[in-house]
């Protein structure tokens, strides 16, 4: 038997499924060049370039032709400061949650302690438990601690303690830890110690055992787990959602706002923009990762 | 557990009746039929029946989708992962953005049905869809279809082909062959895909609340308003504590009938 012989069954579902799959990206897409500003229906694309033109609700004629709605996302300040923020909030929260996650990793693995069997239980509760729980359990906990911390040492109003930006980070880290523990764990699992007390015979002490062993050995599995901290923050909405402040508004979040209210081709250009990273940032990952197993 | 006080903070006291307002009941009523309330009965129900066919919906549409993967030439599988992990990691706002512009009155279906009418000649009323539940169905079927697809795939692809062989010498036919060996080998990868997919669509409130409107409120919807706008939190959290201990109960009860796949994780 042919082990690539397909049934039509199989084949018909499979291009029913992707055409389910990227039609909605599609018109998404197209709508980002929309030269109807009300965005209700497709109004063609914008031809000609030059100044400014419209002629009702189209535009007729931009500086920028038919990306006249990319040029005009990157004037708008609350964009950029939303990708600045969701940017900056990524970054550190990664870094913070790598380190936390591959130590509890290298704990859980290496060594025995009393709440061992329920710590390693909780690293599955961000995957059991609704994300909008895990939101609202934290954004009760910043609550609660902020306003007994703000009346206990009665805080000057521009000192007392908000929802905002480090909020957002401490919470990001939260959710990103069990996740960057359990890909640094398996990777673990297949790491021989005789490496390590190969060095330690040699004469090394187990930092510098750790340093320059145990840590380049781990370096892919960290890395991977580093790559999905920062996915999954830049990706967040819910727990975001809860722990936003003023000034520390994301992406996702302004997105939200938006939809809620009006839609523009703007909004189009914003997502036609990320799927397009997406795009490449998945394209590099799949290459590396072909790499590395070759 | 606890109050809510009358400025909308949190009196500490132990109390059930946020748990007795949830199964519709008073807590000073003394004829529970006459005040019964279903209310919020039915919004947990609405949840509920929504995440299991959400979550059959899923299976049936990712596992030909897998299988097809799985079974492609070595070259061309990373090709079709590329094409799934395209959407998984496309902002799930996004996504429902794009649901949004397909379903609008005056939105991309209705504009190709109102085109192909005229075709034909027929009269044509756009359609309503969005604002309906089928809508909501719709974009949570979208949004968690990746994450069925994934774990799937990596169970079918581990199946060893000289298993195929194996059943076909025994003189299996391929129907009979996916029935015995495929599907019950594939099996860990359709529960790590279920828990995947049910206990998030059980908690959202993204999807409803943008293709559902006021229409379909689910149990996420519920604990966010009573949190932001109710400014109720005691009987948020009474709201998402059961929401936590109905979707542990469908995990273990599912979980110790299928077993806890590995694939779980994915990265």
């Known amino acids: 038997m042919n082990p690539h012989r397909r049934s039509p069954f199989v084949l018909v579902m499979t291009v029913l499924v992707f055409l389910f799959l990227y039609v909605p990206i599609f018109v998404l897409v197209l709508y980002s060049f929309n030269a109807s500003r009300t965005n209700v229906t497709f109004e063609g694309f914008i031809t000609a370039f030059g100044p400014l033109k419209t002629q009702g609700s189209l535009v007729v004629q931009s500086p920028c032709g038919p990306f006249h709605w990319f040029c005009d996302l990157t004037r708008n300040q609350e964009v950029m400061t939303a990708a600045r923020n969701t940017l900056t909030i990524a970054f550190v929260s990664t870094i913070v949650s790598t380190i936390i996650g591959t130590m509890a990793a290298i704990a859980l693995q290496r060594h025995d302690f009393k709440i061992k069997p329920f710590a390693q239980l909780s690293l599955y509760i961000p995957i059991v438990i609704p994300e909008i729980v895990m939101g609202i359990g934290i954004l009760t906990l910043f609550s609660q601690v902020f306003t007994w911390v703000n009346t206990t040492f009665n805080l000057p109003p521009d000192a007392r303690l908000t929802l905002g930006m480090g909020t957002v980070i401490v919470s990001h880290i939260a959710f990103s830890v069990p996740f960057v523990t359990l890909v640094v764990q398996a990777r673990l699992q297949g790491f021989d110690k005789a490496y390590e007390e190969a060095a330690m015979d040699l004469g090394a002490n187990e930092l510098v055992t750790f340093w320059r062993v145990t840590l380049p050995m781990l370096l892919p599995g960290v890395l991977s787990g580093a790559l999905l901290a920062f996915t999954l923050s830049l990706d967040d909405f819910v727990i975001t959602f809860f722990t936003t402040g003023p000034g520390s508004t994301t992406l996702p979040i302004y997105v939200y706002g938006l939809l809620r209210r009006i839609i523009t081709p703007q909004v189009n250009a914003l997502s036609t923009v990320w799927i397009l990273i997406v795009l490449i940032a998945v394209f590099v990952i799949q290459r590396m990762e072909n790499r590395e197993s070759i | 557990m606890g109050r809510r006080a009358p400025d909308g903070g949190v009196i500490f006291t132990f109390t059930l009746d946020n748990y007795i307002r949830l199964l519709g009941l008073q807590p000073d009523c003394l004829n529970p039929l006459a005040c019964f309330d279903p209310l919020y009965v039915s919004i947990l129900w609405r949840s509920l029946t929504l995440a299991f066919n959400t979550t059959l919906i899923v299976i049936l549409m990712a596992y030909p989708l897998a299988y097809f993967i799985a079974r492609a030439p070595q070259k061309r599988r ?26 609008r009155t005056q939105g991309a279906i209705n504009g190709v049905l109102g085109w192909l009418a005229g075709l034909f000649g027929m009269p044509f009323t756009p359609l309503e869809m969005l ?6 169905l719709v974009g949570m079927v979208y949004e968690f279809l990746p994450f069925m697809i994934l774990p799937i795939y990596t169970s079918l692809e581990k199946i060893d082909p000289s298993l195929y062989e194996a059943a076909a010498d025994l003189g299996a036919n391929a129907l009979k062959t996916f029935w015995r060996v495929t599907l019950p080998l594939s099996m860990p990868g359709v529960v790590a895909g279920t828990i995947l997919v049910f206990i998030p669509v059980m908690g959202t409130f993204v999807v409803s609340d943008l ?10 919807n519920l604990i966010q308003r009573q949190f932001l706008d109710a400014r109720d939190p005691t ?21 110790r009938k299928f077993g806890f796949g590995k694939e779980i994780v994915v990265g």
């Open chain 2, 131 to 136: 604002y309906t539940p089928g809508a909501v």
């Open chain 2, 78 to 103: 990373n090709t079709y992962l590329f094409l799934v992990l395209v959407p998984l990691w496309t902002n799930f706002v996004i996504r429902v953005y794009a649901w949004m512009m397909l379903l």
């Open chain 2, 235 to 255: 009987f948020g959290s009474a709201a998402s504590l059961v929401l936590m201990v109905l979707t542990l109960i469908v995990t273990v009860f599912y979980t």
């Open chain 2, 211 to 220: 293709l559902g409107g006021k229409q379909v409120i689910l149990v996420g």
